[in-house]
């Protein structure tokens, strides 16, 4: 969902993008994007010849929001850079770009690899239509590492991996579970009405004040989207 800026915000952000700091112009390009400003696309686009790499990658990130692909060979580079090759694999797995496959596949196969990011790579070849993502996911909601579970069940509802609604749900409703936080949120994201009366169960459990809360949001969020179609 974009986020709502002002007119007013929004002109100072289109200016920003041709302004001469490049943390404002990238910051910017993210501001316009997360807004859903297809009007200032075009000047995105521009700042993928950046000569600042980070704002030219900030860029390619943007311009995934809005589901456009320019900034694939950017986010492709990005995936030899150890501090941004998580958000790469977002911006990819946003795309589910062909142009990216062989190279998420070189780096899903890497030897050493930070759990999360194999992770995020097997959402990425899960959404470009590669089997070996969706079995590593699957196998991963099963992990004994808790880092790694949470983030399998969180990734998939936003994937909405086959039986995610009725997989997350019982780990909501099983009070043992120490992922039940990461099932509400997997549930958000997964966005389906069905989910609704586990989750209002959820936000009205006193025992647990930081699951009620995001229950509670997730909640409104659904209840949210659901008018609106």
Same mark, same amino acid.
């Given at each position: 969902? $974009?986020?709502?800026?002002?007119?007013?915000?929004?002109? &100072?952000?289109?200016? @920003?993008?041709?302004?001469?700091?490049?943390?404002?112009?990238?910051?910017? @390009? *993210?501001?316009?994007? *997360?807004?859903?400003? *297809? %009007?200032? =696309?075009?000047?995105?686009? +521009?700042?993928?010849?950046?000569?600042?790499?980070?704002?030219?990658? =900030? %860029?390619?990130?943007?311009?995934?929001?809005?589901?456009?692909? $320019?900034?694939?060979?950017? /986010?492709?580079? %990005?995936?030899?850079?150890?501090?941004?090759?998580?958000e790469a694999l977002?911006?990819?797995?946003?795309?589910?770009? &062909? #142009? #990216? /496959?062989?190279?998420?596949?070189?780096?899903? #196969?890497?030897?050493?690899?930070?759990?999360? *990011?194999?992770?995020? +790579?097997? +959402?990425?070849?899960?959404?470009?239509?590669?089997? &070996?993502?969706?079995?590593?996911?699957?196998?991963?909601?099963? &992990?004994?590492?808790?880092?790694?579970?949470?983030? @399998?069940?969180?990734?998939?509802? #936003?994937?909405?991996?086959?039986?995610?609604?009725?997989?997350?749900?019982?780990?909501?409703?099983?009070?043992?579970?120490?992922h039940r936080l990461?099932?509400? =949120?997997? /549930?958000?994201?997964?966005?389906?009405?069905?989910?609704?009366?586990?989750?209002?169960?959820?936000? =009205?459990?006193? +025992?647990?004040?930081?699951?009620?809360?995001?229950?509670?949001?997730?909640?409104?969020?659904?209840? @949210? $989207?659901?008018?609106?179609?």
């Open positions: 969902m $974009a986020t709502p800026h002002p007119p007013a915000d929004l002109a &100072s952000l289109r200016q @920003a993008l041709a302004g001469e700091d490049s943390v404002e112009r990238a910051a910017a @390009a *993210e501001a316009l994007a *997360e807004a859903g400003d *297809e %009007a200032s =696309r075009p000047a995105i686009r +521009a700042l993928l010849a950046d000569p600042d790499p980070i704002t030219a990658f =900030r %860029a390619a990130c943007a311009l995934s929001l809005f589901g456009d692909e $320019a900034g694939t060979a950017v /986010l492709v580079w %990005a995936l030899g850079k150890r501090d941004l090759c998580f977002r911006a990819i797995t946003r795309l589910a770009s &062909s #142009a #990216a /496959l062989e190279p998420v596949r070189q780096f899903f #196969a890497r030897r050493w690899l930070h759990p999360l *990011e194999r992770l995020q +790579a097997a +959402a990425a070849l899960h959404a470009m239509k590669d089997a &070996s993502g969706t079995e590593h996911l699957e196998r991963c909601r099963n &992990s004994q590492r808790p880092e790694e579970r949470g983030f @399998a069940l969180e990734l998939a509802g #936003a994937l909405r991996l086959p039986g995610a609604l009725e997989i997350l749900r019982g780990v909501l409703e099983d009070e043992r579970d120490a990461d099932a509400a =949120r997997g /549930l958000w994201l997964l966005g389906d009405p069905r989910a609704l009366p586990v989750l209002e169960r959820a936000a =009205r459990d006193p +025992a647990d004040p930081e699951l009620a809360e995001l229950a509670a949001q997730a909640v409104e969020a659904i209840r @949210a $989207a659901d008018r609106n179609d």
